[in-house]
């Protein structure tokens, strides 16, 4: 499966091409952890997992970078606000963000690195950028970087530089692309701080937000990765300004590709916390909201196209995913033990073999010959999301599949096997999309007990007892079945 993507430095569409073959290294700006994150990061967060997903369906290994900013402008004034120490202050939101992540069904990074985790290595990036030249330390104590100095500044954000005043000294993490200038690497601790401050070479301070992601991402991935991803406004100043930094410092190319989602928007405007115009996730769960659900709408748009955020769309996505599930359902009718292809705990898990191969040579298409139906849908499902992550077409790939299971179920000319082989299709395509799949009825402790007493008894042989304990089941509602992959459980 070839893919191509976007690429925000080139401005073209691009083959991917792996530093090393079969593997990807990808690095993403994660959260500022100084308050509940709202739905248009997770928005940002919910494309670079789409992306995650693709090249992992499309057989690359991937290692995920994610920071978690836990030091800047924001996090120490709320922690001075709320009268409590940075590290605590952070960590509420850490781990809100973490069950967050859980709730979207987002699958976790290799590794979260926390700033304040990192500030050695902040440190000796500066001081390399120090000794070749491109940092001096300014009247105000702080450190900057010298965009002067700097030949190739501008090439991500495709800046004029004769427009550049190189006099500007920028000592905020965020600012606007008329505010080119030298940006500060190294903040010097003034009052605003409190106690939140490390010793450095050029003094008490704080690195700047910029010099996070470049020390991070060197650590973790390499000085030259893949792919580095976060939401549009990211793109300036800061990953401009990372790879300023990086390439100074190492003088090798940063990142070979470089991709951006657009913005989640409400009536027209950026969803933001200024223009307090956000919903957080928490906010949506309240009013009846599912994760599962708002995964849905998110992954609806293309991620380039900026995303209008109503809730009418919350409306569909309720009606279109329990038309998914009422397709499932039906061709778990039809497959009956032919095959438990979309294996979650209603099937009981036990035997943790989740199977998951593509349907190639099911329903009656041995190899060599034709795809199957079902195949061809998701051949249609896997070039959409190989042609630069086109999500609105692989849920039409889906719906396709959908539609015909339906047309051929009414005909009466589906059998067993063609059933397994549409369910296998849809358990391939929700590796990726991770909203298909039926959620699984709560089993009552009481029943999963009782389920684990079973295992236990069929591993000893214990065919009586397996036998009382299945009765014992049945007795509460639920029936247990034994298949090769171990107990498949459903409610009678
Ligand atoms: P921040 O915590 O502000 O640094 O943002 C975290 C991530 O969310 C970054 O990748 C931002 O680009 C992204 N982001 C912020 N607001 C939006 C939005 N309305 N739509 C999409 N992405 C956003
Ligand atoms: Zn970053």
């Known amino acids: 499966m070839d893919l191509s993507f976007y690429n925000s430095l080139t401005r073209r569409v691009e083959p991917l091409q792996p530093l090393v073959p079969g593997t990807v290294r990808m690095y993403t700006c994660g959260p500022t952890v100084y308050n509940f994150a709202h739905i248009g990061n997770f928005r940002a967060y919910m494309f ?95 450190v900057y970087f010298s965009v002067a100095k700097d030949p190739d500044y501008g090439k991500l954000a495709h800046l004029d530089r004769s427009g550049m005043r190189a006099s500007v000294r920028i000592s905020n993490d965020e600012y606007a692309k008329d505010d080119v200038g030298d940006f500060a690497l190294w903040k010097a601790w003034d009052e605003n701080d409190g106690d939140v401050k490390w010793d450095s070479p050029w003094g008490p301070g704080r690195p700047g937000w910029h010099i996070e992601c470049s020390a991070m991402s060197a650590k973790y991935l390499g000085e030259t990765f893949d792919i580095h991803t976060g939401g549009i406004d990211n793109l300036f100043p800061h990953h401009e300004n990372e790879i300023a930094q990086a390439e100074c410092a190492t003088g090798k190319p940063f990142v070979k590709l470089w991709m951006h989602c657009a913005h989640l928007r409400v009536n027209g405007e950026k969803m933001s916390k200024s223009a307090g115009n956000f919903f957080t996730l928490r906010d949506l769960l309240a009013k009846g909201y599912t994760g599962r659900e708002i995964r849905y709408v998110l992954l609806g748009g293309h991620y380039r196209q900026p995303l209008n955020f109503a809730f009418d769309a919350l409306a569909a996505a309720r009606t279109a995913l329990a038309r998914i599930d009422e397709f499932t359902v039906r061709m778990e009718g039809l497959a009956g033990n032919a095959q438990c292809a979309m294996h979650n705990a209603q099937c009981g898990g036990a035997a943790g073999s989740p199977g998951g191969q593509a349907p190639s040579g099911a329903a009656g298409s041995p190899d060599g010959q034709a795809p199957s139906w079902p195949d061809k849908h998701l051949a249609a499902f896997a070039a959409a999301l190989a042609d630069d992550l086109n999500s609105p077409l692989a849920f039409a790939a889906v719906f396709a599949l959908v539609n015909e299971g339906n047309r051929l179920a009414q005909a009466g000319s589906l059998d067993a096997a063609g059933a397994a082989a549409a369910l296998a299709a849809l358990k391939k395509m929700d590796t990726v999309l991770g909203v298909l799949a039926r959620p699984a009825a709560a089993i009552p402790a009481q029943v999963q007990s009782l389920l684990d007493q079973r295992a236990a008894a069929r591993q000893a042989k214990n065919w009586a007892e397996s036998d009382r304990l299945r009765d014992a089941i049945a007795a509460l509602g639920w029936t247990v079945k034994d298949t090769k992959d171990g107990q498949r459980l459903s409610k009678s």
């Open 48 to 142: 670079e997992d789409l992306l995650r997903r693709t090249l992992e369906f499309a057989g690359l290994k991937v290692t995920h970078v994610m920071n978690l900013t836990d030091v800047d402008d924001k996090t120490i004034r709320g922690s001075r606000a709320a009268g409590v120490p940075l590290r605590d202050y952070t960590a509420t939101y850490k781990k809100a963000f973490f069950e967050d992540v859980d709730t979207l069904g987002i699958e976790r990074a290799t590794v979260y690195p926390a700033a304040t985790d990192h500030v050695a290595e902040m440190i000796a990036l500066v001081g390399k950028l120090f000794e070749k030249g491109y940092a001096y330390q300014a009247p105000d104590k702080s």
